[in-house]
């Protein structure tokens, strides 16, 4: 956080205690309390007059392009949607950065709040496990909810499952048998440095990146890969879910081949590694961080390998796994399934899907696998008007309704407790092909999902409370009958609704 900013907050924070008490609603503030405002509340501002009206649930004008490129509409999303048209906003939307420092001080300030993504994995494991995995949710629920980039964070939530780790499993120490971490100590660094710093990037950094993420490594059991016993867990993964899909075209010779190319890459675990104590360690190996990736050649298979039909010839060393990437993105196959992959998560699943496909894979050939040239193709081709419905997953539904709702929210166990009853505890998916695409898998959760929205409109979610305005429940009530109620009632109505389970 910059130093004008800390100085801003401390400052408009000295002028509340000292009594400045000046009245005024949200959108209608004076100089000094919209800073306190910028300071404590995340949501964007909306003008209190006129404020834009929330569009009935069933409005295509806007809804299908804000619930599927983003987490659904809200007030400030809609009258942003109506200023720039829908080629305007997904022009900009496009443009996202990787940093944060345009997002409001007091999302920025919340984030900064959130030591697990500041603190070295080696010495984040003094940190109790509950306090880690709520911070690591309290992240994904505050920059989905608030964020102005709502298309990275779609992005950011898509390959995070599709590149998943189970937080919760306990992956064994390299050179300490007898040692063994919980992987939710590395995956804070996973989340920023190979799925937030690559969503918009190209399909190859981003898959690079997680061939060098020692969480993912630690998941898939690549730290103890050696050329005595390469492991094919990582390897097989790595074509079947990361890139080339299930019905890629290679064999089980190819996967063998990948995991002899990829060992040697192991997680640095040596006591006291990191500190750099020459000539403490005797294996001839440079010492690194504990929990960062490298690469020891004295554990890599350097013969000869033949993947997808090339040789790739003895003596690569650590150029064996950029020269496997290399064959891997460039592919078909690849193209074909990380095309479909994005179809069925932001268009759908229908007779058309395969055709839309074809034309995201091409964009990926002709791109290198720009990742916003390809969404680009998606959101502009002519089948995505008419997209079939999606049942939102349990994180969609409920940062939709926070959106909807104007929900003012810290994303703590309030609400992580309720995603966890709907099915969807964050990082807690132990398989790796990452929570079901199908909108089979959710619709045993729609008591949950009815709990949740009856719990947040009337104030029993833990801290967080919504906007009960009149109007803009009446508004998001248009599609159902009246009935005399309380806004509050009509509100948790509409939440319940099908029109707003699904998108």
């Given at each position: 956080?910059?130093?004008?900013?800390?100085?801003?907050?401390?400052?408009?924070?000295?002028?509340?205690?000292?009594?400045?008490?000046?009245?005024?609603?949200?959108?209608?503030?004076?100089?000094?309390?919209?800073?306190?405002?910028?300071?404590?509340?995340?949501?964007?501002?909306?003008?209190?007059?006129?404020?834009?009206?929330?569009?009935?649930?069933?409005?295509?004008?806007?809804?299908?392009?804000?619930?599927?490129?983003?987490?659904?509409?809200?007030?400030?999303?809609?009258?942003?949607?109506?200023?720039?048209?829908?080629?305007?906003?997904?022009?900009?939307?496009?443009?996202?950065?990787?940093?944060?420092?345009?997002?409001?001080?007091?999302?920025?300030?919340?984030?900064?709040?959130?030591?697990?993504?500041?603190?070295?994995?080696?010495?984040?494991?003094?940190?109790?496990?509950?306090?880690?995995?709520?911070?690591?949710?309290?992240?994904?629920?505050?920059?989905?909810?608030?964020?102005?980039?709502?298309?990275?964070?779609?992005?950011?939530?898509?390959?995070?499952?599709?590149?998943?780790?189970?937080?919760?499993?306990?992956?064994?120490?390299?050179?300490?048998?007898?040692?063994?971490?919980?992987?939710?100590?590395?995956?804070?660094?996973?989340?920023?440095?190979?799925?937030?710093?690559?969503?918009?990037?190209?399909?190859?950094?981003?898959?690079?990146?997680?061939?060098?993420?020692?969480?993912?490594?630690?998941?898939?059991?690549?730290?103890?890969?050696?050329?005595?016993?390469?492991?094919?867990?990582?390897?097989?993964?790595?074509?079947?879910?990361?890139?080339?899909?299930?019905?890629?075209?290679?064999?089980?010779?190819?996967?063998?081949?990948?995991?002899?190319?990829?060992?040697?890459?192991?997680?640095?675990?040596?006591?006291?590694?990191?500190?750099?104590?020459?000539?403490?360690?005797?294996?001839?190996?440079?010492?690194?961080?504990?929990?960062?990736?490298?690469?020891?050649?004295?554990?890599?298979?350097?013969?000869?390998?033949?993947?997808?039909?090339?040789?790739?010839?003895?003596?690569?060393?650590?150029?064996?796994?950029?020269?496997?990437?290399?064959?891997?993105?460039?592919?078909?196959?690849?193209?074909?399934?990380?095309?479909?992959?994005?179809?069925?998560?932001?268009?759908?699943?229908?007779?058309?899907?395969?055709?839309?496909?074809?034309?995201?894979?091409?964009?990926?050939?002709?791109?290198g696998g720009a990742i916003t040239a390809m969404v680009h193709t998606l959101f502009t081709a002519s089948e995505f008007d008419a997209a079939p419905p999606i049942l939102k997953r349990p994180f969609d539904f409920t940062i939709s309704a926070l959106r909807a709702t104007?929900?003012?929210?810290?994303?703590?166990?309030?609400?992580?407790?309720?995603?966890?009853?709907?099915?969807?505890?964050?990082?807690?998916?132990?398989?790796?092909?990452?929570?079901?695409?199908?909108?089979?898998?959710?619709?045993?959760?729609?008591?949950?999902?009815?709990?949740?929205?009856?719990?947040?409109?009337?104030?029993?979610?833990?801290?967080?409370?919504?906007?009960?305005?009149?109007?803009?429940?009446?508004?998001?009530?248009?599609?159902?009958?009246?009935?005399?109620?309380?806004?509050?009632?009509?509100?948790?109505?509409?939440?319940?609704?099908?029109?707003?389970?699904?998108?």
């Amino acid at each position: 956080m910059k130093r004008r900013e800390l100085l801003l907050g401390a400052g408009v924070a000295s002028a509340a205690l000292v009594g400045c008490q000046q009245k005024g609603k949200r959108g209608d503030e004076g100089p000094l309390r919209e800073a306190l405002r910028s300071v404590r509340d995340p949501r964007p501002l909306v003008p209190a007059s006129p404020r834009p009206p929330m569009r009935p649930i069933g409005d295509t004008s806007h809804g299908l392009m804000l619930n599927r490129a983003a987490f659904g509409p809200s007030a400030a999303e809609l009258q942003r949607f109506d200023e720039l048209g829908k080629d305007g906003w997904l022009a900009e939307q496009l443009k996202a950065p990787v940093h944060d420092d345009d997002e409001s001080l007091a999302l920025r300030w919340r984030l900064k709040g959130l030591e697990v993504f500041h603190t070295p994995a080696y010495e984040l494991r003094d940190t109790p496990q509950k306090v880690v995995m709520e911070q690591l949710g309290r992240s994904a629920i505050l920059r989905a909810t608030y964020s102005k980039w709502q298309l990275r964070e779609r992005l950011c939530d898509f390959w995070a499952n599709h590149l998943n780790i189970y937080a919760r499993k306990v992956y064994s120490a390299p050179t300490r048998p007898n040692t063994a971490a919980e992987l939710m100590y590395l995956l804070p660094t996973d989340l920023t440095h190979v799925v937030r710093q690559n969503a918009l990037g190209s399909v190859k950094d981003v898959i690079r990146a997680s061939m060098k993420s020692a969480a993912m490594l630690g998941y898939l059991d690549q730290q103890v890969s050696d050329a005595k016993h390469p492991n094919e867990n990582y390897a097989r993964e790595l074509l079947e879910l990361h890139t080339m899909g299930v019905d890629g075209g290679y064999s089980q010779r190819d996967v063998m081949e990948v995991a002899r190319c990829l060992t040697g890459w192991t997680i640095e675990d040596r006591f006291l590694s990191g500190l750099s104590l020459s000539g403490l360690f005797q294996d001839g190996l440079p010492d690194h961080k504990t929990g960062e990736v490298y690469f020891n050649d004295k554990r890599h298979d350097d013969g000869e390998k033949v993947v997808f039909g090339t040789k790739i010839p003895a003596g690569g060393g650590k150029k064996d796994a950029s020269t496997v990437l290399d064959l891997i993105a460039a592919h078909p196959s690849t193209a074909r399934f990380i095309s479909r992959k994005l179809v069925r998560y932001f268009y759908g699943d229908d007779e058309h899907s395969a055709g839309l496909t074809e034309k995201v894979a091409a964009t990926y050939q002709k791109s290198g696998g720009a990742i916003t040239a390809m969404v680009h193709t998606l959101f502009t081709a002519s089948e995505f008007d008419a997209a079939p419905p999606i049942l939102k997953r349990p994180f969609d539904f409920t940062i939709s309704a926070l959106r909807a709702t104007n929900a003012l929210t810290d994303g703590s166990l309030g609400v992580q407790d309720h995603l966890t009853r709907m099915g969807q505890p964050l990082y807690e998916w132990p398989m790796p092909d990452g929570y079901p695409e199908k909108n089979q898998a959710w619709t045993g959760s729609l008591l949950a999902r009815w709990n949740f929205a009856i719990a947040l409109t009337s104030g029993a979610v833990a801290a967080t409370q919504i906007d009960t305005d009149k109007d803009a429940a009446g508004a998001l009530l248009s599609p159902l009958p009246e009935f005399s109620g309380k806004p509050e009632e009509r509100l948790a109505l509409a939440l319940a609704s099908p029109d707003f389970q699904w998108k």
